[in-house]
């Protein structure tokens, strides 16, 4: 088993910049992608960004592409998710998950532990 533990999230204005933590314990041997995904009120579950096993390889949502940066440390299977810019649309639910495969990952199902999520509010 891997237990994730977000930090991070609050409230602040449009414009502004917040970094959101994540740290993976337990069976940490066989992580490989580690991604972001939010979900806002009344909305589904979306992918926001991804990092491979190495950090050699990353994708990012359209919607915060330009304005978010995925970093991970593996010696403390870390991952950060720097959100620069933030709009009142990023305003939702950040979740952190790990997943078991190799390469990018952007897909809910292909994710097998998540964090319990940490909520980022943008205001306008």
């Known amino acids: 088993q891997v237990q994730l533990v977000e930090s991070g999230g609050g409230s602040v204005q449009a414009g502004d910049s917040l970094r959101l933590s994540c740290v993976a314990s337990?069976?940490?041997?066989?992580?490989?992608?580690m991604g972001w995904f939010r979900q806002a009120p009344g909305n589904e579950r979306e992918f926001v960004a991804c990092?491979?096993?190495?950090?050699?390889?990353?994708s990012f949502a359209d919607s915060v592409k330009g304005r978010f940066i995925i970093s991970r440390i593996n010696a403390n299977s870390t991952v950060f998710l720097q959100m620069n810019s933030l709009k009142p649309e990023d305003t939702a639910v950040y979740y952190c998950?790990?997943?078991?495969?190799?390469?990018?990952?952007?897909?809910?199902?292909?994710?097998?532990?998540w964090g319990q999520g940490t909520q980022v509010t943008v205001s306008s």
């Open positions: 998950a790990v997943s078991r495969r190799e390469g990018i990952r952007t897909i809910i199902s292909e994710y097998d532990y």
């Open positions: 337990g069976r940490t041997f066989n992580i490989y992608a």
């Open positions: 990092i491979s096993r190495n950090g050699g390889l990353t």
